[in-house]
């Protein structure tokens, strides 16, 4: 895992004034745009793309990272469980959140400018990067660092069982679980994503970044077969997916503070956004919690809970079986999906224990923090949904400040243990857990040198380039040099046995220029998509659970001009969604214009077969 690239700077000028028609209607595009769907003047953005020099040019060399420091042992059983949960009650006053002082947040401008005219193929995004992103907490120092050579060729991989004993996947297969090919099997297949007749994709629209004055945050996008929403500036707009035109729009009082990637099967998701300025008050805070339906933009409901004579505030939000739930330096609330009802508040006992956070889907986990800020006891605990009791506990090893939950089934949780990963990523291990029982049952270094999935420093649910099912683990290695030697970079994707901790044999090849990424998982495969090399397009792939085998779902176009737009998104930061040969790349923050240079910059890019 590299040392955390700064995300795209932003260009000066800022994106295009809206014609006429409002937010999300289509309009025709300026002279030479991105996207005209007229021939540009020579030279101009969108040119027709000159041939490759016939040396192509020298890819960023990888950054240098320092060896990761030897993760603690393991832990076998679970601890004693912390003091648990308790009926509705008013949680101890919390820290300053998201929208106060000293945090970039703030300074909100101008409404969202509207969608253009859908486009021609252009050419191919860039992907994905090598590096980490910037979590919303820190800012990531580059200094002085010790550059570390990746074994390539046979692949030297390591793995740690419960013995905590490293394994040479050279030397050593996977052990198929004891479910008969669940966990850790060769069995892939199971999805519902198929590869269509054509694969390749166009530019089907793209919304500028809207004008602001300083860095808002706008996390949140969602697709269904009907709709792609995006949370914008003080609003969350619903588009056809196809043909961009604005569905809906649903304004807000404040920024979308938080946001789930969940989506019920009936098109409804979370959101956490600042309310109304409270008198005496200079900024607004993250208090209300909503339910939106994706489908007509409507909010289902939204509610609030009082902290004193001030309301609560939130930094995270979830969606676990059919359970809103919220988290943040103050606790966390949980509320039923389908009425709003309060269900439960977790207890704040007089050690400091409090829920930092939830992990959602099919079931509902609680990140759980107790005692001392600066050496906490993290306990992982899964729940009912309904009451908020513990179904069972595990808990971390010693010098864990923040756990993330990567999925809840299976349950697997990612953790920096003792800040060893080195890398920013907030991952030095992983952690495969029976949610029944909360019995460990592997432990999974991941150097921070060697692979390259990531999770944000403090969020408990906001981990990218990882994937869990099937009885295993899918991770992305760090990009290392090609077979051919000619100075290009790539990766691979390796899986590991959750019930064993043991490598996988087999993984998935980038292939020399290309770089392997997982977005989520699709039955026992894996959604994932593919940075290309300098003259290509990207791809998205699903890459099969048991033989590797990759198909391509969506080829994207090699023009120079939609491969410069599409390189201002990546994993590290931005949102990647694929559904149905659609793929949406959007961004999760937006700020005020560059003076440097007057490229456009994108709210959202959607690309699809048709």
């Keep these: 895992m590299s040392q955390p690239p700064q995300p795209p700077q932003q260009p000066p000028g800022g994106p295009t004034p809206p014609p006429a028609g409002g937010f999300g209607a289509p309009q025709e595009p300026p002279a030479g745009g991105f996207g005209a769907p007229t021939p540009p003047p020579a030279g101009g953005f969108g040119a027709p793309t000159p041939p490759p020099p016939a040396m192509p040019p020298t890819p960023p060399a990888q950054p240098p990272t320092a060896p990761a420091t030897p993760a603690a042992p393991a832990y076998g059983y679970p601890q004693a469980t912390p003091p648990g949960y308790g009926y509705p009650q008013t949680p101890a006053p919390g820290q300053p ?46 200094s002085a660092v010790v550059a570390v050579a990746l074994i390539v060729g046979g692949g030297i991989w390591y793995a740690k069982g419960k013995d905590g004993d490293k394994k040479d996947e050279s030397k050593s297969g996977s052990t198929q679980g004891a479910d008969g090919g669940k966990q850790g099997g060769s069995t892939g297949g199971g999805g519902k994503e198929q590869a269509p007749a054509n694969t390749a994709s166009k530019v089907l629209f793209q919304v500028p970044q809207p004008k602001v004055t300083d860095l808002v945050h706008v996390d949140g996008s969602w697709l269904t077969d009907k709709v792609y929403a995006k949370s914008g500036v003080n609003e969350v707009v619903g588009y056809d997916p196809a043909k961009g035109t604005q569905l809906w729009k649903t304004p807000l009082p404040g920024a979308v503070c938080a946001a789930t990637r969940h989506i019920t099967s009936d098109s409804k998701t979370a959101i956490v956004y600042e309310g109304a300025k409270a008198s005496g008050e200079k900024y607004a805070r993250c208090t209300e919690v909503a339910v939106l339906d994706l489908t007509t933009g409507k909010l289902a409901w939204t509610n609030s809970v009082k902290e004193g004579d001030r309301k609560t505030m939130y930094e995270e939000v979830t969606i676990g079986a059919g359970t809103v739930a919220t988290g943040g330096t103050s606790g966390g609330s949980a509320w039923d999906l389908a009425t709003g009802k309060l269900l439960w508040q977790p207890k704040i006992t007089t050690d400091q224990c409090k829920d930092a956070g939830y992990g959602g889907g099919e079931a509902l986990v609680a990140v759980r923090k107790c005692g001392d800020y600066d050496n906490p006891t993290v306990t992982v605990q899964p729940l009912n949904p309904k009451t908020g009791a513990p179904i069972s506990s595990y808990k971390m090893p010693a010098g864990v400040q923040y756990a993330h939950i990567v999925s809840t089934k299976p349950l697997v949780v990612a953790a920096d243990v003792g800040d060893t990963a080195g890398d920013g990523s907030g991952i030095s291990d992983f952690f495969s857990l029976d949610d029944k029982t909360g019995k460990l049952l592997a432990r999974i270094p991941a150097p921070g040198d060697k692979y390259a999935a990531d999770c944000d420093s403090t969020d408990v649910e906001k981990c990218t380039s990882v994937a869990a099912g099937g009885g295993k683990l899918y991770v992305p290695t760090e990009q290392h040099a090609g077979s051919t030697g000619d100075g290009g970079r790539t990766n691979e994707i390796m899986a590991f046995d959750l019930a064993t901790g043991q490598p996988v044999p087999g993984k998935a090849d980038a292939g020399d220029g290309s770089s392997l990424y997982p977005l989520r998982m699709d039955g026992n495969n894996v959604i994932a998509f593919k940075k290309p090399p300098y003259d290509k397009g990207s791809q998205v792939v699903s890459v099969d659970g048991g033989s590797f085998k990759q198909t391509v779902l969506l080829q994207n176009p090699a023009d120079t001009a939609v491969r410069d737009a599409l390189s201002q998104f990546g994993p590290e930061y931005g949102e990647i969604r694929y559904n149905q040969g659609k793929l949406f790349m959007s961004s999760t923050s937006v700020m005020k214009p560059s003076t440097v240079t007057s490229e456009t910059k994108y709210l959202l890019i959607g690309l699809g077969t048709g």
């Design 97 to 142: 959140g998201y929208g106060y002082p000293g945090q970039p947040q703030q300074g909100y401008g101008y409404p969202g400018q509207p969608a253009t005219q859908p486009m021609a193929p252009q050419g191919a995004p860039g992907g994905p990067g090598g590096g980490k992103k910037l979590n919303t907490q820190m800012t990531i120092i580059v």
